[in-house]
């Protein structure tokens, strides 16, 4: 007994050393899921404080930017209103547009900041900043003018952590929209402007230029939301699969606003899953 | 006192340097310079032992809840806490003759260099390993560390230089 009291007085150092460490290694492998514990991200209550506050001065030097951004997107959308219009006027007289209308009712849109984000881990995050009290929750999707950024993986009262699509840990459903083939994204590292394209069948034809979109199969995103455009698609003898590498349609490393959509139907069809 | 006071001081200003804008600048995605390692150099050298791997450890752990790493920082952090007073005491026969200031006019320049460029390699070694989690971008990964610690040395070598 004395002799171990000796040796652990002796060796204290290297044993605190090696017990810091293992709480490390723990923390690590706890949190290589995406789901990370709310204390050690950037969702954590002072730290999104302190972005929060970082953000507030850094945005008036982007003010410029973010109105031609801004009065950029009205115009287009307001092209895109009359092209509606135009095209909504013939069908107005005979067609049944009901159904139609009711499909995109389904999404509620909230608008928000990124007050954080990195671009060039393997897992990477944005904190937005809405939270629970802007009826936030986790799971849902968030998008932007350019296309889709990512999922909500946490909130607290104030602030979310948003995984986006470049985090290796995330495949979202997607479908190529010339043809209505369904695959899944998955994103290797590294690259923040492209990602892969998976599980597409050798049988189908893809082609440099097609858009991919999101497929609707999950109640995260609606239909027809733009992921990328392919920008190479291989296919070595052997393979049953593409090798598809698209160009995402979302500049993560210029994030500024974002759209978080609610689905105000998932309820209803989460009803419908426990029933069976 | 006052030493102690500078000490906090310099840690909470590079911390929000590191997490604020360092953090958030994009070096050709190669450069990933961690200059919030710079207090843990400087630390004096008549801090007992577990002191320092305690501190070690809470300043990583504040720099993963900024970088939403849980865990990477820390380790990094702890394992140079841990090395370092070994390295000093290597490099400089008589300890106690360099006071507990530690910086390249206590140490000599030839050993600080050595000092600081060890422990920054194996800092950026373990947190670029450890985020990572694979090797899977070896090549990569490996030029990613040395010109990361490369830029990470220079700006601890000018800060040092102002010390003088």
């Not at chain 1, 607290?156 to 986006?164: D, S, Y």
């Not at chain 1, 699509?165 to 998955?186: E, P, V």
């Not at chain 1, 920008?231 to 590498?245: C, M, P, Q, T, V």
Request: glycine fraction near 6%.
């Amino acid at each position: 007994m004395k002799n171990l009291l000796q040796f652990i007085m002796q060796h204290s150092c290297l044993l605190l050393f090696i017990l810091l460490e293992v709480l490390a290694f723990l923390l690590i492998s706890t949190n290589q899921s995406y789901s990370r514990s709310t204390i050690l991200t950037s969702s954590n209550q002072l730290i999104a404080d302190v972005n929060a506050t970082g953000d507030d001065i850094v945005s008036y030097f982007r003010l410029r930017k973010d109105n031609e951004q801004l009065s950029e997107q009205i115009s287009r959308l307001q092209e895109q209103v009359q092209s509606l219009e135009n095209a909504l006027e013939p069908l107005k007289e005979n067609a049944d547009t009901t159904a139609y209308k009711y499909a995109h009712l389904n999404y509620q849109v909230i608008p928000a900041k990124v007050i954080d984000l990195s671009t060039d881990q393997e897992h990477n995050y944005l904190t937005l900043n809405k939270g629970k009290r802007d009826s936030i929750e986790v799971g849902m999707g968030v998008v932007c003018s350019q296309g889709v950024v990512g999922v909500v993986s946490r909130v607290n009262e104030r602030f979310a952590l948003v995984v986006p699509l470049i985090h290796t840990g995330i495949n979202q459903s997607a479908r190529i929209k010339k043809n209505g083939q369904i695959g899944f994204t998955s994103w290797q590292g590294h690259d923040y402007r492209h990602i892969n394209l998976a599980e597409i069948a050798r049988h189908i034809m893809v082609e440099e230029g097609d858009s991919v979109i999101t497929s609707g199969l999950t109640s995260t995103f609606p239909e027809g939301i733009m992921i990328g455009v392919v920008e190479k698609a291989r296919l070595d003898e052997g393979d049953s699969y593409y090798n598809i590498r698209m160009r995402l349609t979302t500049d993560f490393r210029k994030l500024h606003y974002v759209q978080v959509l609610r689905n105000t139907a998932k309820n209803e069809i989460d009803e419908l899953m426990v029933d069976e | 006192m006052n030493n102690t006071l500078k000490h906090i001081i310099r840690l909470i200003v590079l911390l929000l340097l590191q997490g604020l804008l360092i953090n958030n600048l994009h070096f050709l995605g190669v450069f990933h310079p961690y200059i919030y390692i710079l207090c843990l150099l400087f630390l004096p050298s008549s801090l007992p032992r577990w002191v320092e791997l305690l501190i070690g450890a809470a300043v990583g752990l504040v720099m993963d809840a900024i970088c939403s790493t849980a865990g990477v920082h820390m380790a990094a952090c702890v394992a140079v806490s841990y090395f370092r007073p070994l390295m000093i005491s290597r490099l400089v026969q008589d300890v106690n003759r360099i006071g507990s200031q530690i910086c390249s006019s206590t140490l000599g320049d030839w050993q600080f260099t050595t000092l600081s460029g060890i422990m920054i390699i194996l800092h950026h070694t373990l947190v670029m390993l450890l985020e990572a989690w694979s090797v899977a971008h070896l090549g990569w990964l490996i030029m990613s560390i040395l010109l990361s610690s490369l830029m990470t040395f220079v700006l601890v070598f000018l800060y040092d230089r102002t010390q003088r």
